[in-house]
């Protein structure tokens, strides 16, 4: 469950035919990308991962990346917040989180990444696109 360095590249955002969802958003150069499966069952364990790049021209430190999920709906089995330390431009990071469904129903999962540019300290924030996991 611990964020990793130096991560190859993605696919493309597109929904697979393995069920899976990925979607990208990028904003000011850190672009973030959140990929879940499209289906699970109540009750059993599930995968989230973040990918985060940063395109901008610096340094970014103290990157967090955390995951909106329904806390009233779904559990993380483990911290909803990640701390992955200082992106390097073009470099991937990522963060997994393992989540369960306490009930059937649509649940929406949302990566938050942030960091401080190294170069000229401006706080640099990005959200994946809003990813719908089916609960059966």
């Known amino acids: 469950m611990a964020a990793a360095l130096g991560a190859p590249g993605p696919p ?3 929904a697979q035919d393995g069920g899976v969802i990925a979607a990208t958003v990028t904003v000011s150069g850190l672009e973030a ?3 879940a499966p499209r289906e699970v069952a109540a ?3 599930f995968l989230a991962l973040a990918l985060v790049r940063y395109a901008g021209p610096g340094v ?5 990346v955390s995951l909106a999920y329904d806390r009233a ?3 993380s089995l483990g911290p909803a917040e990640r701390h992955l330390g200082t992106l390097h ?9 393992a989540l369960r469904a306490k009930a059937p ?3 929406v999962l949302v990566a ?3 960091g401080r540019d190294l170069r000229t300290g401006e706080r640099v924030e990005a959200d994946s696109a809003a990813t719908l996991v089916r609960v059966q």
């Not at 970014?60 to 967090?64: A, K, M, P, T, Y």
């Not at 431009?89 to 989180?97: K, L, M």
């Open 12 to 14: 493309p955002a597109r």
């Open 33 to 35: 990308r959140l990929i």
């Open 43 to 45: 009750g059993r364990p």
């Open 60 to 64: 970014l430190e103290g990157v967090e």
């Open 73 to 75: 709906g779904m559990r």
């Open 89 to 97: 431009p073009g470099r991937w990071r990522w963060a997994v989180w």
């Open 105 to 107: 129903g649509d649940y």
């Open 112 to 114: 938050h990444v942030a």
